[in-house]
Each structure stands twice: as C-alpha cells, then as structure tokens.
C-alpha cells in the first residue's frame, strides 16, 4: 500500500526553523518526483518546492533563500527544511510524489499525498 506520512510540524517563533520529514512506504522514492505543498485557511494548497526525477527543482519564489528540499534514499524519506520562518508560512504542510517527472510544482503533477503536519509560526 502506497503512504506517505509527514511529520515535524508544530509550533515556531518567527526567525525559527523547523524540518519537516516525509516517509514513504509501499514504493521506493529514489526515481520519484518530490514535492512539498502547504494550504493556509481560506486559500488554495500551492507548491512550495518540488524535485523532479530528473533533479530540476521547482518552487514559489515567497521561500526561496529560506526553504530547501532534500532526500534520503536509504530511509526512503524526503525533507523540507524550513529557516527564518514567518507568520505567513503558518500553514498545514503536504508531502507529495509521483513516479513520473514533473513540469512544476503544482497539485496536479502528483499522485502521491500525505495526509498533512500543521506548522504555526508566531511569537
């Protein structure tokens, strides 16, 4: 059975940094497309920073210099770390994969989804 289970979330002051952690079971990640998504109240879910399988990288340019996606193969785990975090990242957080390459990070290039970790940012 195909799963993928976020975790890391939680509570952070604004500055902080937290790293977000995706494992999958079911299939192996080291040929798949990653990505990380996040959904505030009242909006749409966007990308936030996605792989393709071909390692093209992918992502809203509101985290760039802030944000960076990484994987480990050998725990069939994917990560997104998160530093200077702000009240406006305060969102629930979604892991996503999908087995063939991807042309951006949006929601509809992948198959795959975590079921979500809430991250808070305030003081």
């Known amino acids: 059975q195909v799963q993928l289970v976020e975790s890391g979330g939680g509570l952070v002051q604004p500055g902080g940094s937290l790293r977000l952690s995706c494992a999958a079971s079911?299939?192996?990640?080291?040929?798949?497309?990653i990505g990380w998504f996040r959904q505030a109240p009242g909006k749409e879910r966007e990308g936030v920073y996605c792989i393709g399988s071909d390692s093209s990288a992918y992502g809203t340019e509101v985290v760039k210099g802030r944000f960076t996606i990484s994987r480990d193969n050998a725990k069939n785990t994917f990560y997104l770390q998160m530093n200077s975090l702000k009240p406006e990242d305060t969102a629930v957080y979604y892991c996503?994969?999908?087995?063939?390459?991807?042309?951006?990070?949006?929601?509809?290039?992948?198959?795959?989804w975590g079921r979500g970790t809430q991250v808070t940012v305030s003081s």
């Open positions: 079911g299939f192996t990640l080291d040929s798949y497309a």
């Open positions: 996503a994969a999908d087995p063939w390459d991807i042309e951006d990070c949006t929601r509809d290039e992948f198959n795959y």
